[in-house]
């Protein structure tokens, strides 16, 4: 019988139980707006997981326990703003987006990809979270639409600086992890 190597697997794991610890803890505490690892983890599992379903489910998962977490202090009175709350499905629309600009880089991993990916990542999700903040409002035209995206620069900058510096970390310790140890290149995951 042949023994099945589980490397691959476990680091996932191991990289998916750090990213969800940091969401948990960031959204808890005062920090960058934004600046979390779900976005970076969005990218990267949608680069390197084969189950492209399962690279979906990871970080809305991600996201949505660390929801959880967030409106359970808000029932609590800790918190001002709550965890679930109308439209976040556009948030989370926003993140599976994520995870198909991953999916374009898959067998065709660079510094350079990465980067872009980072980049394009933040700039969907601030253009379609902002829209949908938009569509909620009673005045439609160019000019509210604008205003919306220029009040939304501060999350914007968090998001991309999030994005980059935990891709840096995801992609970075990945190749680095499969130049070192051969059985975390075997696709299974």
């Known amino acids: 019988m042949i023994k099945k190597d589980n ?9 998916i139980g750090i990213a969800v610890c940091i969401t948990a ?14 976005g970076a983890l969005a990218l990267f599992v949608g680069t390197y997981f084969v189950n492209k379903k399962l690279a979906i489910i990871v970080p809305l998962l991600c996201l949505l326990v660390s ?3 967030l409106h359970v202090n808000y029932l609590q009175g800790i918190r001002e703003y709550p965890g679930f709350y109308e439209g976040m499905w556009v948030t989370y629309l926003a993140f599976a987006f994520m995870v198909g600009i ?10 350079l990809k990465v980067l872009g990916a980072a980049l394009g ?9 902002n829209f949908a903040v938009w569509m909620t409002y009673a005045d439609k035209s160019l000019a509210s639409l604008l205003t919306c995206y220029e ?9 991309l600086a999030a994005n980059l510096v935990y891709s840096a970390v995801f992609y970075g ?9 051969p059985a975390l290149n075997t696709v299974e995951a």
Do not use: C, Q
């Open 67 to 69: 929801d959880a977490l």
């Open 121 to 129: 990542g933040s700039l969907v999700f601030f253009l379609v979270t």
């Open 151 to 159: 009040i939304a620069i501060p999350f914007f900058r968090g998001t």
């Open 102 to 111: 991953g999916m374009l880089m898959y067998k065709r991993v660079s510094a």
């Open 25 to 38: 803890i960031a959204r808890l505490f005062p920090h960058l707006p934004n600046f979390t690892p779900v």
């Open 173 to 181: 310790v990945f190749e680095w992890a499969k130049n070192r140890y």
């Open 7 to 15: 490397t691959r697997f476990w680091f996932f794991a191991i990289i």
